[in-house]
């Protein structure tokens, strides 16, 4: 015990070490602007020229040194002696955003470079800045705009933008982006994942139009614990002193406040907003106004938190209905990306009961963070730490970080994204538990208002008892775990006696079980591949977990079959892990209905009654 205790205070200590460092790191970084979809936009989305580029010709010289004049450089060949050998102008045309695997079979399976060219036709005005923003492109992404480099980014799921004002041009202009998904063993995710490695530009593309001064960064919310007080805080995109407003005009609420040389002003309003809950998915207009700059959003008030084993949406208990989804395309294969795709998404999960979704493994496109938030729907967002990545390399830390920054930033007006998880089924080791402590350090640092999760695996098992025992329990607010009892391992019966020891005075929460089912094969329960046996699996699984006290939520695994390089099974799986309760062509198998029901029967409660008085 002593030892344990002398153990844990030298971890503290050197976790208040990397914090402060993680703070200085911090106040260096740059914030992808707030709400881009509500700024003055112009849409590149639609057909861009591609060339594939496998030996990465188009950005080496023959002896590997980057070539000055790559493809970036749009080149065309001037005259009948003059060689060049490739043109954006005569390759085939993609229309993005999308994922490259889908669109062209020869590339399903290709990991490496593609470059893609758009053409575009701009009117520089006076005051004003513009911006190339992406959605989200996977892996590594390298940016140019008339010949000269704006830019890069490193991981596949997050927003990233770069100011071009000066490179543009009036009139015709080009933007020239490779994009490269090999996966490489530092990065995050590493090379193994159950997952398809998409790669392309796979979210919005946008030429943003802002004032020289502009609105990039704010925070509206509830304050932790209070129903009666908004705060938050805006940011200039210049460390300038300005007048800013907030309004909230269904609350008669408009402040004025100053931003300090930082180009930041708090916000601190008296107010008692309705609530939103998944019954009353409430979202009221906010305006932010600058000297030139005017914002709106839709933003939702509420508190979230445990208590004991109960996790409590706006101070009641809330048993959080949910299931697992990957960002794949509903009834075409691919990655979804569009509001119409997270429409259909959403839908089904509603369809099916749920008032909470695990968005997995990585932060999926804004849309269907905000249709689940306008359709009451609770969301679970993580970032790619997925099984083993290099725990030692601090530039994969470096990078898992960025990519929680990233995905904090940009949700973190979104009422309905509850959780933030930092990781899924990692093994334990001394240099695993330093990495996630300071994940952890980090996302509390970022956000103190939200829950902090990590799906976790069974520790060990004993006495027909299965045992959660992770040292990260002591950094979460919910224990999570995934268990496959029933599939990978054990059978249907040891469903009807597993007992459970989960040794902590929190809420748990089953982030994931399932078995793999083909829809459309039929037999017994006691066949493998069939609806029938995945139907008896989530009965069974489901009885279980609601016997064992602290019992909060699931999100079973998962919402649609989709494709994935591990599933090899031909006739089964046929490269998509089966384990869907929607298949791919967006039929339900006999499972969807056993948590249907499962759902139905579960009390919500109705609109939770506020007391004013905490
Ligand atoms: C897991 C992983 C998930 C896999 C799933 C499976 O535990 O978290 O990414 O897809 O199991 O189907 O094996």
Redesign the pocket.
């Known amino acids: 015990m002593l030892l344990q205790n002398t153990v844990y205070t030298m971890r503290k200590a050197m976790l208040i070490t990397l914090l402060l460092s993680v703070t200085t790191a911090y106040a260096q970084n740059d914030v992808v602007m707030q709400n881009v979809f509500a700024r003055n936009v112009t849409s590149l989305n639609g057909s861009w020229n591609y060339i594939i580029d496998p030996f990465d010709m188009g950005y080496y010289d023959y002896r590997l040194n980057e070539n000055p004049n790559g493809f970036f450089k749009n080149q065309k060949a001037k005259n009948s002696q003059h060689l060049v050998e490739y043109n954006f102008d005569t390759s085939p045309l993609m229309v993005l955003p999308s994922d490259w695997n889908t669109k062209n079979p020869q590339l399903f399976f290709y990991e490496g470079s593609i470059w893609f060219k758009k053409d575009f036709v701009h009117t520089k005005q006076p005051g004003r800045r513009t911006y190339i923003y992406f959605g989200a492109a996977n892996y590594d992404t390298k940016v140019y705009v008339n010949g000269t480099k704006v830019g890069e980014h490193t991981g596949g799921f997050t927003p990233f933008e770069f100011d071009v004002t000066n490179v543009l041009k009036d009139g015709n202009n080009f933007v020239v982006v490779r994009v490269n998904n090999e996966r490489i063993p530092s990065g995050v995710p590493t090379v193994n994942a159950?997952?398809w490695n998409y790669g392309g530009i796979t979210r919005d593309v946008l030429l943003v139009s802002v004032p020289d001064v502009f609105i990039d960064d704010y925070l509206i919310q509830l304050e932790k614990g209070r129903y009666d007080n908004i705060v938050g805080y805006v940011r200039l995109n210049q460390a300038v002193e300005k007048p800013i407003t907030v309004e909230i005009p269904a609350l008669s609420l408009r402040q004025t406040v100053r931003t300090d040389v930082s180009g930041k002003a708090t916000v601190s309003l008296r107010a008692k907003p309705e609530l939103w809950s998944p019954d009353r998915p409430l979202l009221y207009e906010v305006r932010i106004l600058s000297e030139n700059d005017t914002i709106t959003d839709q933003i939702g008030f509420r508190q979230i938190e445990t208590v004991g084993k109960e996790i409590r949406l706006n101070g009641k208990k809330i048993f959080l209905k949910g299931i697992a989804i990957h960002e794949e395309a509903p009834f075409r294969q691919g990655r979804a990306w569009s509001p119409e795709d997270a429409k259909t998404t959403i839908g089904w999960a509603k369809e099916l009961g749920c008032n909470f979704v695990r968005l997995?493994?990585y932060p999926h496109n804004e849309h269907i963070v905000r249709e689940a938030e306008r359709q009451g729907v609770m969301v679970w967002s993580e970032i790619p730490v997925?099984w083993t990545i290099h725990w030692e390399n601090p530039d994969t830390y470096a990078n898992a970080e960025r990519q929680l920054d990233e995905m904090i930033d940009r949700d973190k007006n979104r009422c309905n994204v509850i959780i933030w998880s930092v990781a899924?089924?990692t093994p334990h080791s001394e240099a695993r538990d330093a990495f996630l402590e300071k994940l952890a350090a980090r996302t509390r640092l970022k956000d103190s208002t939200r829950l902090l999760s990590m799906?976790m695996e069974v520790t060990s098992t004993y006495d027909n008892t299965s045992k959660i025992n992770d040292y990260m329990h002591r950094y979460v607010d919910i224990i999570s775990f995934?268990n496959?009892l029933g599939w990978?391992g054990g059978t249907l019966n040891d469903l009807n006696t597993r007992r459970w020891d989960i040794p902590y005075d929190k809420p748990f929460f089953v982030s994931?079980f399932?078995a793999g089912a083909l829809q459309g094969k039929h037999g017994t329960t006691d066949e493998i591949w069939t609806e029938e046996y995945q139907a008896e699996l989530y009965r069974r699984t489901l009885a279980m977990y609601d016997k064992v006290e602290g019992f909060a939520g699931c999100s079973p695994?998962i919402l649609v079959d989709f494709y994935?390089p591990r599933r090899q099974l031909n006739d089964i799986q046929d490269f998509f892990?089966r384990?869907g309760i929607i298949s791919n062509n967006g039929i339900r198998k006999q499972a969807f209905y056993v948590l249907q029901d499962f759902y139905r029967r579960k009390i919500t409660p109705l609109t939770p009654q506020v007391d004013y008085a905490r």
């Open positions: 159950d997952w997995a493994h997925y899924n089924e799906a995934n496959y990978y994931e399932g695994w994935s892990n384990k």
